[in-house]
């Protein structure tokens, strides 16, 4: 049923939500020769906790992080809230939490990209985006879904792609490292950007911590505080660069891309830095034709969470404010639950921005959706 709507009323979009997958994602979505090999969560021999990556134990338990609260707790994979992985207890969360639609994103798949062989990549995608599409079918006006998408191989990606186009999908996400050293703007990538624009899929690049990939973080940190401050910020500050300066933007201009849980205090900086190089070394990046800010501003997103008021008034000083999409992040650990929007409507209430909050919870967030 949804939120009371009354005559003024404008419909609330979490454009950053996330489900747990499970176990049914790899017992019964994946193809059957793979199931030992996708990722899965379970128990070690010795009874702890894990991820599996190509039947090995990673040596990490992702379910502290992806239970409201329970960081540094033990809590197995077992203890995942029925809300993330169960669409009629999710509708009930968003109901409870004044949420008329969200977009999904996948929370153990965050961690795709740890695996190596392209099959089974492919085939991990496959059972994701599977089990997804018939999540969101419980409510299609309400549950949205972004599939994972196998960077590992180009051909299994675009394949992934028309998979995900032709069964309900909203888009695709993927990390922002390299997937074995593919830069964003490798020239085989120019088939992946293509396929989504053809399908009119909205790209979004989500990243997370846990991940054994090559990153900034991991090529110095080991103390996960460090690494979770870094992590998310720098690779996503890396990848606005690369999206924008490569003319990726100026080759696909009906492409959306969403650059997702990183804060969104750096932009203005990085913008205008980016703006600044142009102008001073352009010529080093001559597919770069028009102002950073202005391709950023005409195909780009960018989430915000509650508490981030202050740089939220930046970027809308910056005229940025039609960039920006709030996302709830349940049900991480970090999540504000219960009460995310109403944290997000006192913010805009202490910053005297309040006009712009329909702008960033429906607008905005249908836009990059591609609903208008």
Same mark, same amino acid.
């Given at each position: 049923?949804?939120?009371?709507?009354?005559?003024?009323?404008?419909?609330?979009?979490?454009?950053?939500?996330?489900?747990?997958e499970?176990?049914?994602?790899?017992?019964?979505?994946?193809?059957?020769e793979?199931?030992d090999?996708?990722?899965?969560?379970?128990?070690?021999?010795?009874?702890?906790?894990?991820?599996?990556?190509?039947?090995?134990?990673?040596?990490?338990?992702?379910?502290?992080?992806?239970?409201?609260?329970?960081?540094g707790?033990?809590?197995?994979?077992?203890?995942?809230v029925?809300?993330?992985?169960?669409?009629?207890?999710?509708?009930?969360?968003?109901?409870?939490?004044?949420?008329?639609?969200?977009?999904?994103?996948?929370s153990?798949?965050?961690?795709?990209?740890?695996?190596?062989?392209?099959?089974?990549?492919?085939?991990?995608?496959?059972?994701?985006?599977?089990?997804?599409?018939?999540?969101?079918?419980?409510?299609?006006?309400?549950?949205?879904?972004?599939?994972?998408?196998?960077?590992?191989?180009?051909?299994?990606?675009?394949?992934?792609?028309?998979?995900?186009?032709?069964?309900g999908?909203?888009?695709?996400?993927?990390?922002?490292?390299?997937?074995?050293?593919?830069?964003?703007?490798?020239?085989?990538?120019?088939?992946?950007?293509?396929?989504?624009?053809?399908?009119?899929?909205?790209?979004?690049?989500?990243?997370?911590?846990?991940?054994?990939?090559?990153?900034?973080?991991r090529?110095?940190?080991?103390?996960?505080?460090?690494?979770?401050?870094?992590?998310h910020?720098?690779? =996503?500050?890396?990848?606005?660069?690369?999206?924008?300066?490569?003319?990726?933007?100026?080759?696909?201009?009906?492409?959306?891309?969403?650059?997702?849980?990183?804060?969104?205090?750096w932009?203005?900086?990085?913008?205008?830095?980016?703006?600044?190089?142009?102008?001073?070394?352009?010529?080093?990046?001559?597919?770069?034709?028009?102002?950073?800010?202005?391709?950023?501003?005409?195909?780009?997103?960018?989430?915000?969470?509650?508490?981030?008021?202050?740089?939220?008034? =930046?970027?809308?000083?910056?005229?940025?404010?039609?960039?920006?999409?709030w996302?709830?992040?349940?049900?991480?650990?970090?999540?504000?639950?219960?009460?995310?929007?109403?944290?997000?409507?006192?913010?805009f209430?202490?910053?005297?921005r =309040?006009?712009?909050?329909?702008?960033?919870?429906?607008?905005?967030?249908?836009?990059?959706?591609?609903?208008?």
């Open positions: 049923m949804g939120p009371i709507k009354t005559a003024d009323y404008t419909p609330v979009y979490d454009a950053d939500a996330h489900i747990c499970p176990t049914s994602v790899w017992t019964e979505y994946c193809d059957p793979f199931r090999l996708i990722l899965r969560a379970g128990l070690k021999p010795d009874g702890g906790d894990t991820v599996f990556v190509e039947g090995v134990a990673n040596g990490t338990s992702a379910a502290p992080a992806c239970i409201p609260g329970a960081f707790t033990d809590v197995t994979w077992d203890d995942i029925p809300g993330s992985y169960d669409p009629a207890a999710r509708l009930e969360v968003m109901d409870d939490e004044r949420i008329d639609a969200a977009l999904m994103f996948p153990l798949d965050l961690l795709a990209g740890d695996i190596k062989r392209a099959d089974v990549a492919a085939a991990n995608a496959r059972a994701y985006n599977r089990w997804m599409a018939d999540f969101v079918t419980e409510d299609t006006e309400r549950l949205y879904g972004m599939g994972v998408c196998p960077l590992q191989s180009v051909d299994a990606a675009v394949a992934e792609i028309e998979f995900m186009a032709e069964n999908l909203t888009g695709m996400t993927f990390r922002p490292e390299r997937y074995n050293g593919m830069e964003l703007y490798s020239p085989e990538m120019d088939r992946v950007w293509s396929a989504a624009e053809d399908h009119d899929l909205t790209v979004a690049i989500h990243g997370s911590f846990g991940s054994k990939m090559t990153s900034f973080a090529t110095r940190y080991s103390n996960q505080f460090y690494v979770h401050m870094v992590c910020p720098f690779e =996503q500050m890396a990848s606005v660069m690369e999206v924008v300066a490569s003319g990726i933007l100026d080759d696909h201009p009906r492409l959306r891309v969403g650059f997702f849980e990183s804060g969104i205090g932009l203005p900086f990085w913008l205008d830095r980016l703006d600044d190089h142009k102008e001073t070394m352009g010529h080093l990046v001559p597919r770069l034709k028009r102002e950073p800010t202005e391709i950023f501003s005409e195909q780009c997103f960018i989430t915000m969470e509650a508490g981030e008021g202050d740089a939220f008034a =930046q970027i809308a000083d910056a005229g940025l404010a039609h960039t920006v999409v996302g709830s992040d349940y049900p991480h650990y970090d999540c504000t639950f219960p009460g995310a929007l109403a944290e997000l409507e006192e913010t209430d202490q910053i005297g =309040q006009h712009l909050q329909p702008e960033v919870l429906y607008s905005n967030a249908r836009r990059f959706m591609g609903l208008s």
